[in-house]
């Protein structure tokens, strides 16, 4: 059973948390602007979106960002304040052994951009080391969450139909476009809960 079903993992706020607010303000520390005018300029303007979806390398992103923040920050300035926002989900990393000792086959579909991705990389933390076969990510793909081509190419990819499909995702949105599909999707809530859903869901008849 379980070499027919695979498992997609949300990154941010499932496998790892993360607070924008850390990089608005490490931003506005570096520039002197107010946070809520850093907030603007980045999330309010559409260059996160861009970034995400691959429109923007590492240091066109950063050069932006710089540009709309009035400033002379190097490259490795802006990508370190932006990036530096995330720590583990402890919790999952129960969830994650017991995925493995299931031999169920499991990858990340995450909306984000090479910066964040690359520095979560970086950190080895074993929530994002294993037991993960693929990735399918934004900035890769070029369409984001709840944007039905991106659950396409993850169905490509894992080389799955969408009932073999199990999904856990933070925002409704993307959980609610993955059901329309025709996947089993779930909302996170915790760790404890999201074990028993996939336990239901491995075990089903």
Not at 14 to 21: A, Q, S, T
């Amino acid at each position: 059973m379980a070499e027919q079903q695979f498992v997609f993992f949300d990154l941010g706020n499932v496998l790892v948390n993360f607070d924008h607010n850390i990089a608005v303000d490490a931003l506005a520390s570096l520039t002197g602007h107010q946070p809520e005018f850093v907030r603007h300029a980045i999330f309010g303007a559409g260059l996160q979106v861009d970034y995400e979806l691959g429109r923007l390398s590492d240091e066109r992103f950063a050069r932006k960002v710089a540009e709309v923040l009035h400033s002379a920050l190097e490259v490795e300035e802006v990508l370190e304040a932006y990036c530096a926002i995330f720590e583990p989900n402890i919790p999952m990393e129960n969830v994650l052994q017991w995925v493995r000792r299931q031999a169920v086959p499991a990858g990340i579909l995450s909306n984000t951009c090479r910066g964040h991705w690359e520095w979560i990389r970086r950190a080895r933390w074993p929530v994002t080391d294993g037991p993960f076969q693929l990735e399918v990510l934004s900035y890769q793909v070029g369409a984001m969450k709840p944007d039905e081509a991106i659950y396409r190419h993850a169905e490509q990819q894992c080389g799955r139909s969408p009932p073999q499909i199990f999904f856990v995702d933070d925002r409704p949105e993307n959980v609610y476009a993955a059901r329309r599909r025709g996947w089993h999707a779930v909302l996170f809530e915790n760790a404890e809960r999201l074990q028993r859903d996939l336990e239901s869901w491995l075990h089903r008849r």
